[in-house]
């Protein structure tokens, strides 16, 4: 089947800094979303992307999806100590009876006030 | 709305007992999906359902079954658990918005499964 690797695995940053990672597939998705899960709790989305090259902004959160449809980044600036968590990218190729989402195996982000 | 809902949060079973997580979303989604998160492993999808009777396997269905008999519920059954189904265990929804596309998902908030 289909996988993502995202990485980093893990990131441990101070207060302030951008934050960047990735996600990258051997096959093609068209749709790219990115969650956040948070200890507890279920993963929470923050960002859809649905057409190669969109670049998309939530705050403080950019993303992109790659224009080979087969990988997608997210942007922290300026971060803050609610940005801890797990943040995980998910891909999905909808479509006749495809309903699946494919997701990484996550990027641990730890900030240092 | 409530949003997704699960229960138990919390279940610790023996080798070889049943049981059944509940899940219910108040949305009328038509979509609802089950996955696994174990450490490392990301979310896997056990089974997922596109709406009332119909479901359909994800990529890791073996020892659990689901039914979909109503569109706001979506259970899914341990026929007889395994320490390898310890895990957290995550259901979703969304709205389908034309046959073989679906939004974005939202989750439950979790259930946490020990088997001993």
């Known amino acids: 089947g289909q996988q993502l690797n995202q990485s980093p695995q893990s990131m441990f940053i101070q207060e302030g800094e951008d934050v960047s990672m990735n996600c990258t597939s051997s096959?093609?998705?068209?749709?790219w979303l990115w969650y956040k899960q948070e200890p507890g709790e279920g993963p929470v989305l923050l960002i859809a992307l649905y057409k190669a090259g969109e670049l998309t902004s939530n705050g403080r959160l950019t993303a992109q999806f790659g224009i080979t449809r087969k990988d997608s980044f997210l942007n922290i600036s300026a971060s803050i100590p609610s940005d801890v968590g797990i943040y995980f990218c998910a891909g999905s190729n909808s479509g006749g009876s495809n309903y699946k989402l494919t997701f990484g195996k996550g990027t641990l982000l730890t900030v240092n006030p | 709305n409530a949003g997704v809902t699960q229960t138990p949060k919390f279940q610790v079973l023996k080798t070889g007992q049943s049981m059944t997580l509940q899940c219910a979303q108040d949305m009328n989604h038509e979509y609802m999906s089950w996955y696994r998160q174990d450490p490392g492993m990301g979310l896997r999808l056990i089974h997922y359902?596109?709406?009332?009777?119909?479901?359909d396997q994800g990529e890791v269905p073996n020892g659990y079954n689901v039914s979909r008999s109503t569109t706001e519920d979506f259970p899914l059954r341990l026929l007889s658990a395994a320490p390898s189904q310890t895990s957290v265990y995550f259901c979703?929804?969304?709205?389908?918005?034309?046959?073989?596309?679906?939004?974005?998902?939202?989750f439950g908030p979790g259930t946490r499964l020990l088997v001993l």
């Open positions: 096959s093609i998705f068209n749709t």
């Open positions: 979703a929804s969304s709205r389908t918005i034309s046959p073989g596309s679906i939004e974005t998902q939202y």
């Open positions: 359902s596109v709406g009332a009777g119909i479901t």
